[in-house]
């Protein structure tokens, strides 16, 4: 079923942005009737790294957190047991607590987010859901005791801070969210992971035989980024034997490459591989610094 690659996807995907960060569990069994918990986030003591750059789901990760992403807008009854998990998790926490004679604080017992793409305004009110001022607007907190917020990926704002969490969303919020994502720096911690997640995603989704129009859309979507990106990989491929090929002749020449020498490999790669290669070979070093150096 389609459900279930996209929640396998929504795990992995949880897990690769959140692992940099803390101790992430997936699928996670809790005791008595067998029950799985999608993601399991417990943040390092010392926390160094930036969580800024995963925006509203960095905040979720400041504290321990219980993240059940749904492909499906979750049903009433689904979040209730998404709530029974979280309470059975804290009831396992004050056991360990009192066997081991410790002070079992608030802060060390999970909040749980409950990723829905979308989330009807009756659905919204069966839970008498709040929404806090500091808070993006999409995000519905349940009382203080629960420690349960619903979260309408659909509602968000479409900005920078919301991104990661629109990647789980459905039909054009979540084709928008892949557009953001695409437009990212190269150079960005999360792109190119993430991007190879959605490429996988777009596999697993295209051996099936029933899809979903929405599954369908977001392949068609996936298909002009994937070859595009796979192009790109190709020219940075060739690029980077073209710059051995450089080095390589080089340091064959010169037997080291000094500052002067590692100067001029960028305008050399400006050129094709018959057109360097001579002048590489029969240049001086110094015929090549001044004709490649920069001045």
């Known amino acids: 079923m389609t459900r279930f690659v996209h929640d396998e996807f929504a795990k992995d995907y949880l897990e690769e942005l959140l692992k940099p960060y803390g101790e992430v569990k997936s699928s996670s069994k809790i005791s008595g009737e067998i029950k799985e918990i999608d993601v399991l986030f417990t943040p390092s003591a010392q926390q160094t790294s930036n969580l800024e750059v995963l925006g509203l789901l960095g905040r979720f990760a400041e504290f321990p957190a219980i993240l059940e992403p749904f492909r499906n807008a979750a049903s009433g009854d689904e979040i209730c047991d998404c709530i029974q998990k979280l309470l059975e998790v804290k009831a396992l926490l004050r056991r360990d607590a009192k066997a081991n004679k410790t002070r079992l604080n608030e802060s060390d017992i999970p909040k749980l987010w409950v990723l829905s793409p979308t989330a009807s305004p009756a659905l919204l009110s069966s839970f008498n859901v709040n929404q806090k001022s500091e808070w993006l607007p999409g995000v519905y907190f349940l009382g203080d005791a629960l420690r349960t917020a619903i979260v309408a990926i659909h509602q968000l704002p479409q900005t920078p801070e919301t991104l990661w969490l629109r990647i789980l969303g459905r039909g054009n919020v979540q084709s928008q969210a892949i557009v953001e994502l695409s437009a990212l720096p190269l150079n960005h911690p999360y792109k190119q992971a993430t991007l190879e997640l959605v490429y996988n995603l777009r596999e697993n989704l295209r051996i099936n035989q029933n ?85």
């Open 211 to 295: 899809l979903e129009s929405d599954d369908r859309e977001l392949i068609m979507r996936l298909e002009p980024l994937y070859q595009q990106d796979r192009e790109r990989a190709k020219l940075e491929g060739k690029q980077e034997g073209k710059r051995l090929v450089v080095e390589n002749l080089l340091q064959v020449r010169f037997g080291s490459l000094d500052k002067e020498l590692q100067a001029i490999i960028e305008p050399v790669l400006a050129l094709l591989p018959e057109e360097f290669t001579p002048l590489l070979m029969q240049l001086s070093r110094e015929e090549l610094i001044a004709r490649f150096g920069r001045h």
